[in-house]
């Protein structure tokens, strides 16, 4: 019972049910009114932390079940459609991923990699933003769990660095020499890292499925090239502007590279298994960028991933086993994806679209764009994860945004980008923030400040160099 929480799952039920017993609106189906009002409780339940995503995600997947809102009267194929997410390619792709994501974390290779760009750039403060954000970017496209690649490889390296620099997590005073620098640089640096791969965040390839759900076809290569060069500018411009806002009193840090690089030796020469690890990332990303012209899809690219590293010996298949994020993603990922494709399918999504579209048929696209953008990316504050307000919002949005008119590759893209964007905002707005928050460099007040400027950069950028970057692309 420790991880249930009896108030917040009995206010996750009254709102299911309150919902559920409301008149039916003209114009839908009372399943898929009752659909709703399942859905709006499990993310209610997840947001309140009522229970464990996977357990809120089964408690979903049992009342769609139980209450036959899939196929009416149709017990055998209620529960078929219950389960269908199961069967959902998307969601294989990110398990599989975290499969793969597990070798640069068994191997050393992440770690390794995050050192040597320590001792290449870490000879002033700046440097060693960079060199350490540099790392997170090369990881990003096989580690689809920034939660992960921030916690398993790149805070444990930060925090010893920022200790050794002279900024101890028990003595404050001490927090503004360089760790409270480190840390909302590092912490940021991982947002933008998050949605410049499709693969880089579970909460993408949700954005990528409801896409596809309206008819908007994206691709591995097609999000990155759309979100590279917006990604790219921001990823350079947050230490500058982290620099000179909120700037670290130790500017120059000569030892870093010698602490890298004693820890390098630690670790010895690159061996075998990481060599092959290396290997594996190469094929991947290879499959990933030109997967279509060979007909491979990302999802089948990952298993050949998986495969190559299971017969070399990189992974067993107890790793795989023991691998709880991904089977926790798995299930609650199925979930989220099954309803979120169910309300589409049964008309909601639509119905819901058409009224809000027609309240805004006066605008033109180009003023609509900037408004649904910037009213979805700042509800971040009421989400504890991308995934959350993906899965809560994303499709309504997208569907406005396509009856006045936006081109739907560009909002879909965007709008996937600002769930983890945004994650800026709070220091529980995304899987790392507590991770880095918990470091107690960075009080709550500078938190929440500094992410607000942040997000007000990122946005700009995005509208601006990506507005341009898109136009030159043909995506409007």
């Not at 960028?289 to 017969?311: E, M, Q, R």
């Not at 009080?443 to 507005?467: E, I, R, Y």
């Amino acid at each position: 019972m420790k991880d249930i929480n009896l108030k917040t799952l009995a206010i996750t039920l009254a709102v299911g049910l309150v919902i559920w017993f409301i008149p039916v609106p003209e114009g839908l189906k009372p399943n898929a009114w009752h659909l709703l009002a399942i859905f709006v409780a499990t993310i209610v339940g997840i947001i309140l932390k009522a229970a464990p995503m996977g357990t809120m995600a089964m408690l979903g997947i049992t009342v769609c079940a139980a209450t036959e809102v899939l196929a009416p009267g149709d017990p055998t194929k209620s529960i078929v459609n219950a389960l269908s997410g199961f069967g959902n390619s998307t969601i294989w792709l990110i398990g599989l991923a975290f499969f793969i994501a597990r070798g640069f974390i068994k191997t050393g290779l992440g770690t390794r990699l995050a050192y040597n760009f320590i001792r290449l750039f870490g000879k002033s403060t700046l440097g060693l933003a960079y060199g350490l954000n540099t790392a997170d970017l090369i990881l990003a496209p096989a580690i689809p769990s920034n939660t992960a690649r921030a916690g398993g490889v790149i805070f444990p390296i930060m925090k010893s660095v920022a200790v050794n620099m002279g900024s101890i997590p028990d003595k404050p005073e001490t927090h503004r020499k360089i760790g409270a620098f480190l840390t909302l640089s590092s912490y940021n640096a991982n947002m933008i890292t998050s949605v410049m791969f499709l693969t880089a965040t579970a909460s993408n390839p949700m954005a990528q499925k409801f896409a596809g759900d309206l008819g908007i076809k994206i691709t591995w290569g097609s999000w990155a090239t759309a979100a590279c060069v917006p990604g790219i500018v921001c990823f350079l411009l947050v230490p500058i502007f982290l620099y000179k806002f909120y700037p670290p009193e130790l500017k120059q840090t000569p030892e870093a590279p010698a602490i890298a690089a004693a820890e390098l030796k630690k670790m010895g020469p690159v061996s075998t298994q990481e060599w092959l690890m290396v290997a594996t990332f190469i094929i991947l990303l290879g499959l990933w960028i030109f997967g279509n012209l060979i007909s491979i899809d990302a999802t089948t690219g990952a298993l050949i991933g998986l495969c190559i590293l299971l017969l070399a010996g990189v992974l067993t298949w107890d790793d795989v086993k023991s691998e709880k994020g991904a089977w926790d993603t798995i299930v609650w990922f199925s979930s989220l994806v099954m309803m979120g494709s169910y309300l589409n399918s049964l008309g909601l999504i639509g119905w819901f679209g058409h009224i809000v579209g027609g309240e805004m048929k006066q605008l033109s696209w180009q003023l609509a764009f900037p408004l649904i953008i910037i009213v979805y990316s700042y509800c971040h504050y009421m989400f504890a994860s991308a995934t959350a307000q993906c899965a809560a919002m994303f499709s309504v949005f997208l569907t406005v945004g396509i009856a006045v008119g936006i081109p739907g590759t560009m909002l879909a893209i965007f709008l996937g980008a600002c769930a983890t964007l945004m994650g800026s905002l709070t220091h529980y707005a995304h899987g790392p923030a507590p991770i880095f928050f918990g470091s107690t460099y960075v009080d709550m007040k500078d938190w929440w400040k500094q992410g607000f400027f942040m997000s007000v950069l990122f946005l700009g950028v995005w509208f601006v160099v990506g507005g341009v970057w898109w136009k030159v692309i043909g995506l409007w």
